[in-house]
């Protein structure tokens, strides 16, 4: 699959930010980054975590095919990502 080129999302009413394709080896940085969620007991924050953790683990190891993820950022911080 070729790679996602960066793209900037305007919301209106929020800030601007840019979604960029990364690859396996941001994935230590990604994780370290979402275990402080695994223990947030609100809106099933440490499910989607552990799904979320999971699927970037796998990938880590060569363990699924076909795997991507994209990450947003705002302002030099992590604003949200997806695995799949």
């Known amino acids: 699959m070729p790679p996602c080129p960066p793209k900037l999302h305007r919301a209106e009413g929020r800030r601007d930010h840019v979604v960029k394709q990364v690859d396996r080896s941001a994935v230590p940085l990604l994780l370290e980054a979402l275990r402080s969620l695994l223990i947030v ?3 099933c924050y440490d499910i989607v975590c552990a799904r979320t953790y999971t699927e970037l683990l796998g990938w880590m190891r060569h ?5 991507y993820c ?7 911080d992590t604003a949200c990502f997806s695995a799949s």
């Open 63 to 67: 363990r699924v095919r076909d795997e």
């Open 70 to 76: 994209l990450v947003g950022f705002a302002k030099l």
């Open 41 to 43: 007991d609100k809106d």
